[in-house]
């Protein structure tokens, strides 16, 4: 019998099984195409604006986001993390021709999202990524993104909803069973799950005015399973995850696992 492979969190080892690498490659189309949604929306543009990426991982949305445009911070709370960022960022700036590399650069930190350490009042776009989800008290985290929002600014975020079938996906699949687990025990708990309307009066207390919510999900739900078990035994790469799964936007189903939003100050 084959191996098990290690499941570890921001590891630089290949042969490691990084659930939050494999969400943020598989997220990453969608997250992309709702912040252009969003930001036609609202009326805003990314070029000469600024955005703050929260939850950032390895970088991939905020060279996402860099490349289109915005002056982009990426902070997470893994200095492994960050450093895993930086690495990709200069593997990809060398990559680049030379007047492109300014255009796609990206500062990364690290630092708790409770505590950003950020100006007031400073970034057009705020992202929340591989955050909410696992954060046990969210009043402060939600507090800190309102006040480095610009007051014409949008907040946009990604999040797990509270259902039977959430439960068995991310607390049962991705944590406990042998076949599909990609995260190590505990990074989700029932109580960190959060429904759409836990999340607009979350907001609320803030002061931001949730005003969209957007289900996203694997076009065929058997892909998921199956690039899981694949990526578990070697069998493919991170990168190769993306068009397995395919991710889409369902805006007008209910969410019944993940789901995207958006909040602009009251």
């Given at each position: 019998?084959?191996?098990a492979p290690r499941v570890e969190l921001d590891s630089p080892l290949p042969e490691t099984?990084?659930?939050r690498q494999i969400r943020a490659v598989a997220f990453q189309a969608s997250r992309l195409e709702y912040v252009d949604k969003t930001l036609r929306s609202v009326g805003l543009t990314a070029a000469g604006s600024r955005a703050?990426?929260?939850?950032?991982?390895?970088?991939?949305?905020?060279r996402g986001l860099a490349g289109v445009g915005f002056?982009?911070?990426?902070?997470?709370p893994s200095a492994s993390a960050t450093a895993l960022a930086r690495e990709a960022g200069e593997r990809e700036a060398g990559e680049r021709e030379a007047g492109e590399r300014e255009?796609?650069?990206v500062r990364y930190e690290t630092a708790p999202p409770e505590e950003l350490g950020v100006?007031?009042?400073a970034f057009d776009l705020v992202y929340y990524a591989d955050t909410f989800e696992v954060t046990p008290?969210?009043?402060p985290v939600l507090a800190e993104g309102a006040r480095a929002l610009a007051p014409d600014g949008v907040?946009?975020?990604?999040?797990v909803n509270r259902t039977l079938v959430s439960r068995l996906i991310y607390l049962i699949a991705f944590q406990r069973l042998p076949m599909t687990r990609i995260m190590p025990p505990g990074r989700y708990a029932a109580e960190r799950l959060r429904t759409p309307a836990e999340m607009t009066e979350a907001l609320r207390r803030h002061e931001l005015r949730n005003q969209d919510i957007c289900d996203f999900k694997p076009r065929d739900p058997r892909s998921l399973v199956k690039a899981t078990m694949d990526r578990r035994r070697g069998r493919i790469t991170d990168e190769e995850i993306p068009p397995i799964v395919d991710f889409v936007l369902a805006p007008d189903t209910r969410p019944q696992v993940t789901y995207l939003g958006y909040a602009r100050k009251a």
């Amino acid at each position: 019998m084959a191996r098990a492979p290690r499941v570890e969190l921001d590891s630089p080892l290949p042969e490691t099984v990084d659930g939050r690498q494999i969400r943020a490659v598989a997220f990453q189309a969608s997250r992309l195409e709702y912040v252009d949604k969003t930001l036609r929306s609202v009326g805003l543009t990314a070029a000469g604006s600024r955005a703050l990426v929260v939850g950032s991982g390895r970088g991939l949305l905020a060279r996402g986001l860099a490349g289109v445009g915005f002056d982009v911070v990426a902070i997470d709370p893994s200095a492994s993390a960050t450093a895993l960022a930086r690495e990709a960022g200069e593997r990809e700036a060398g990559e680049r021709e030379a007047g492109e590399r300014e255009r796609f650069a990206v500062r990364y930190e690290t630092a708790p999202p409770e505590e950003l350490g950020v100006a007031a009042a400073a970034f057009d776009l705020v992202y929340y990524a591989d955050t909410f989800e696992v954060t046990p008290a969210l009043d402060p985290v939600l507090a800190e993104g309102a006040r480095a929002l610009a007051p014409d600014g949008v907040l946009v975020y990604d999040t797990v909803n509270r259902t039977l079938v959430s439960r068995l996906i991310y607390l049962i699949a991705f944590q406990r069973l042998p076949m599909t687990r990609i995260m190590p025990p505990g990074r989700y708990a029932a109580e960190r799950l959060r429904t759409p309307a836990e999340m607009t009066e979350a907001l609320r207390r803030h002061e931001l005015r949730n005003q969209d919510i957007c289900d996203f999900k694997p076009r065929d739900p058997r892909s998921l399973v199956k690039a899981t078990m694949d990526r578990r035994r070697g069998r493919i790469t991170d990168e190769e995850i993306p068009p397995i799964v395919d991710f889409v936007l369902a805006p007008d189903t209910r969410p019944q696992v993940t789901y995207l939003g958006y909040a602009r100050k009251a």
